[in-house]
């Protein structure tokens, strides 16, 4: 069973409005994800650390979004200003280092912009 | 551009029988290809997961099957029960797994009692 902490699970916002949601990675776990699934099951990779530095990020992550994993506190994904598409289920996952490591993923904050 | 490709999107099968999820990627250089299973309401969870050193993993009723000349892989549900109704999906990532991983689109199934 995961571990992986997701808070709130869901989340209403205007649009414009900042949105902001956080996930405790699974104790131990170096490595955290975000993605973003959509009402049509689609993942979108967003961005992804290991301990407190970025990894990758797409570039719509670069734009409107904004995610950190400062130590010792709650990794956090923000939307500056949302619009209607940001709305989705968005999924943060952690894991171990090395090969054949299992992510694991948290039951996901459920993002509606109205 | 969708790297990794899955069929079929729906998918119903009657208790008892083998179901067939069926995926395809792009990039030759994916060496790890796990399969999630989620059900509503819930996070995707790992299934199995395979490497191209083999051509074949099994776990109890899950099988992969992986074909990497074609670059394509499956999973078999034997014995397919009500309670494997869910939405499954492929992905595949290169060998350090601080790397994304790529899912596909996933495919619902649906098992009939």
């Known amino acids: 069973n995961s571990k992986v902490i997701q808070t709130p699970r869901y989340l209403v916002k205007g649009q414009g409005q900042k949105a902001k949601m956080r996930c405790i990675p699974e104790?131990?776990?170096?490595?955290v994800f975000w993605y973003q699934q959509n009402k049509n099951n689609e993942f979108k990779f967003l961005i992804n650390?290991?301990?407190?530095?970025?990894?990758?990020q797409i570039d719509m992550t670069e734009k409107r979004f904004s995610a950190e994993c400062p130590s010792n506190s709650p990794c956090s994904l923000e939307i500056q200003s949302s619009e209607a598409g940001d709305s989705a289920l968005y999924l943060c996952a952690s894991s171990l280092l090395g090969k054949d490591t299992e992510v694991f993923f948290g039951k996901g904050t459920r993002l509606t912009v109205v | 551009q969708q790297q990794v490709r899955q069929s079929p999107q729906s998918l119903t099968v009657w208790e008892g029988e083998t179901a067939i999820l069926n995926c395809s990627y792009e990039?030759?250089?994916?060496?790890?290809f796990p399969w999630y299973h989620q059900f509503p309401g819930e996070s995707p969870a790992l299934l199995i997961a395979i490497r191209p050193v083999s051509n074949k993993k099994e776990d109890g009723r899950f099988t992969i099957f992986f074909n990497k000349r074609e670059k394509k892989f499956s999973l078999h549900i034997a014995d397919s029960q009500p309670g494997d109704s869910a939405t499954y999906f492929c992905a595949a990532s290169h060998s350090s797994n601080t790397n994304k991983v790529v899912f596909g689109t996933g495919t619902r199934l649906q098992v009939l009692p």
């Open positions: 990039d030759s250089t994916f060496d790890y």
């Open positions: 104790k131990g776990h170096p490595v």
């Open positions: 650390f290991q301990n407190q530095e970025v990894l990758q």
